[in-house]
């Protein structure tokens, strides 16, 4: 099974970034390319069913599999970035995180109004930086097709928020 190989590879890295945070290192995902494509075949099959014209992917780990994804889906990819990296005009959104706020950004011109957009991360934690993304798509006209990420933290309650803009949410491993 796909979660149980997930599982195997990624390693808890105890107070990081901050004291009593759990992280999960999904670095040693990438080492496995057999592993990788797996992942691939896993995110296609269980969005085949889903209207995607677009998948946006979350700085930076979302960039990994999600450009993979929409050239395996044979869509355009667009990067959503933390503040200050974009070149052209953006839209931002800020938002709360456990501790503190954060803000995202994407090109004003990412997917023409009417888009589905397919939103990805390695990561569903508080859902937070996904609603946001999904604050964005919307604010630009598009609509959320789904969500897709690697590990959700089910203990997190995050798909609750992102329900508000989507029912569709893949995971492919839970905690
Ligand atoms: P959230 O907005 O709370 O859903 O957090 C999701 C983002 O933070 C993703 O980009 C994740 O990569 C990162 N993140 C949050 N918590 C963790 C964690 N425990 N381990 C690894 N990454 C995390």
Redesign the pocket.
């Known amino acids: 099974m796909i979660s149980e190989k997930i599982k195997r590879v990624i390693r808890d890295i105890h107070d990081f970034p901050k004291p009593g945070?759990?992280?999960?290192d999904v670095t040693p995902i990438f080492k496995d390319s057999v592993l990788c494509t797996e992942i691939l075949d896993s995110f296609a099959a269980r969005v085949g069913g889903w209207e995607i014209d677009v998948v946006a992917g979350?700085e930076s780990?979302?960039f990994l599999f999600g450009l993979m994804l929409a050239n395996r889906l044979g869509v355009p990819f667009i990067p959503v970035r933390k503040p200050g990296k974009l070149p052209f005009k953006t839209v931002s959104k800020s938002y709360e995180?456990e501790y503190g706020a954060a803000t995202i950004e994407i090109h004003q011109d990412a997917f023409e109004p009417g888009k589905k957009v397919l939103i990805h991360?390695?990561?569903?934690?508080?859902?937070?930086?996904?609603t946001a993304t999904a604050q964005l798509v919307e604010e630009l006209g598009g609509a959320v097709s789904g969500y897709c990420f690697v590990v959700g933290?089910d203990f997190?309650n995050?798909d609750e928020r992102l329900r508000t803009f989507s029912p569709n949410i893949v995971t492919l491993t839970n905690y």
């Open positions: 945070i759990i992280f999960k979350i780990r979302g995180l991360d390695d990561l569903l934690a508080t859902g937070g930086t996904a933290l997190l995050g």
